[in-house]
């Protein structure tokens, strides 16, 4: 079956530190890879995504880069903001439905919580 | 637009109350889906529905019914809630579901089950 795997946190940085959150995926067909924030609150909304190998997501700063060889998609930002401190989610699209276009939902990772301090 | 909407935003139930958490779109989007947030345990796929009068079920559909009865509307039925119930449920639309689509959340409804 499909899974995604993240850091879970919370992770702690200072502001206009780097941030990596990693993220790793198991899928059976070719997926859709999403960012999603959650503030707190809030629902989830798309940061970025990313539909096929090699591509590259970006939005607000924030990238992450398809990758099918090491089965990634880890979201990066060169100087995170206090604003930024939010729940991130990494997430796959792979529908196995037999209906056209397929619509089984997203697989979501736990979550990662980020702290960004002043 | 309005979006995704839900609700309520809170609701208190006693253990065997049933209850309906309400889910609306104004997009014309033709996938519609339910998730719950355990803390821990990402986000869950309850029931999903792919157009008017077509629902199917998702990774976690024990305890809950859904209904599709207009393109607009998602209702999440409880029919005899259980502590386990407890959670965040988010509703979530997308033009169609497909691999590409991006997935658009409601605010979500708080639950708690004594």
């Known amino acids: 079956g499909n899974s995604v795997t993240q850091m879970e946190g919370p992770v702690t940085l200072s502001e206009e530190a780097f941030l990596t959150i990693n993220c790793t995926y198991t899928?059976?067909?070719?997926?859709?890879l999403f960012w999603y924030v959650q503030y707190p609150g809030e629902g989830l909304q798309l940061l970025l995504k990313a539909t096929k190998a090699d591509d590259k997501g970006s939005n607000k700063g924030f990238e992450a880069t398809y990758r099918k060889e090491t089965t990634s998609f880890h979201l990066e930002k060169g100087s995170v903001q206090v604003s930024d401190s939010a729940v991130y989610f990494c997430?796959?699209?792979?529908?196995?439905?037999?209906?056209?276009?397929?619509?089984?939902?997203?697989?979501f990772g736990k979550g990662t919580h980020l702290i960004i301090q002043p | 637009n309005a979006g995704v909407t839900q609700t309520p935003k809170f609701q208190v139930l006693k253990t065997g109350q049933s209850m309906t958490l309400q889910c609306a779109q104004d997009m014309n989007h033709e996938y519609m889906s339910w998730y719950r947030q355990d803390p821990g345990m990402g986000l869950r796929l309850i029931h999903y529905s792919v157009g008017a009068g077509i629902t199917d079920q998702g990774e976690v559909p024990n305890g809950y019914n859904v209904s599709r009865s207009t393109t607009e509307d998602f209702p999440l039925r409880l029919l005899s809630a259980a502590p386990s119930q407890t959670s965040v449920y988010f509703c979530?639309?997308?033009?169609?579901?497909?691999?590409?689509?991006?997935?658009?959340f409601g605010p979500g409804t708080r639950l708690t089950v004594l």
């Open positions: 899928a059976t067909g070719y997926p859709s």
């Open positions: 997430a796959l699209s792979d529908p196995l439905s037999t209906y056209d276009g397929g619509a089984d939902g997203l697989t």
């Open positions: 979530a639309s997308s033009l169609s579901g497909g691999r590409t689509d991006t997935q658009y």
